[in-house]
Antibody, heavy 119, light 111 residues
Framework: EVQVVETGGGLIPPGGSLRLSCAASGFTVSSNHMTWVRQAPGRGLEWVSL???????NYADSVRGRFTISRDNSKNTVYLQMNSLRAEDTALYYC?????????????WGQGTMVTVSS | QSALTQPPSASGSPGQSVTISCTGTSSDVGGYKYVSWYQQHPGKAPKLMIYEVTKRPSGVPDRFSGSKSGNTASLTVSGLQAEDEADYYCSSYAGSNNLVVFGGGTKLTVL
């Protein structure tokens, strides 16, 4: 079955760090571009970061310089390292697979992992 | 990067058609062929419904269709069914800096 499963969320104080994981099965992360999208409670979707199959990365202005997307091909897993966390980073973080040939079309989504930034 | 503009709500009766708009700028919606639409039921992950303005992924009913004119994209749901009640989000490629931008979402109610 083609799927992604996110883990690593939790309660973290402001200024802290957290690493989210996205384990893929049924496809190879290095052959696809992969993205993180977040959704604050009761709010809409916000794109966070994208990792191209070729290895290039891109970030939303709101997280650039604080978050880093990466992957481990041997584990078929994508990561989101989040540093200097702020209250406004509180959200459900989704990992998704990019549809081949499209920049903004993501066809396989996980169920998300919740990140709460609070003291 | 500002979010794309969607109406907060839309509604229609079963069997009717409803169209949801998504307005951006020439730097996103109007500038590229990359506009997608997602359906999200409460407590569930988003589901891709339309990509590259008009294309439907396998398994999405042909009741769902997309279009674009200038800086505004639209999603039309024909023959409304109860299960179409959900939140709908548009997205667009926005250039090499802020790659992807989403709309604020539209809550579709089937009356």
């Amino acid at each position: 079955e083609v799927q992604v499963v996110e883990t690593g969320g939790g309660l973290i104080p402001p200024g802290g760090s957290l690493r989210l994981s996205c384990a893929a099965s049924g496809f190879t992360v290095s052959s696809n571009h992969m993205t993180w999208v977040r959704q604050a409670p009761g709010r809409g979707l916000e794109w966070v970061s994208l990792l191209f199959g070729g290895g290039g990365t891109n970030y939303a202005d709101s997280v650039r310089g604080r978050f880093t997307i990466s992957r481990d091909n041997s584990k078929n897993t994508v990561y989101l390292q989040m540093n200097s966390l702020r209250a406004e980073d509180t959200a459900l973080y989704y990992c998704a697979r990019g549809l081949s040939g499209s920049y903004d079309a993501f066809d396989i989504w996980g169920q998300g992992t919740m990140v709460t930034v609070s003291s | 990067q500002s979010a794309l503009t969607q109406p907060p709500s839309a509604s229609g009766s079963p069997g009717q058609s409803v169209t949801i708009s998504c307005t951006g700028t020439s730097s996103d919606v109007g500038g590229y062929k990359y506009v997608s639409w997602y359906q999200q039921h409460p407590g569930k992950a988003p589901k891709l419904m339309i990509y590259e303005v008009t294309k439907r992924p396998s398994g999405v009913p042909d009741r769902f269709s997309g279009s674009k004119s200038g800086n505004t994209a639209s999603l039309t749901v024909s023959g409304l069914q109860a299960e179409d009640e959900a939140d709908y989000y548009c997205s667009s490629y926005a250039g090499s800096n802020n790659l992807v931008v989403f709309g604020g979402g539209t809550k579709l109610t089937v009356l």
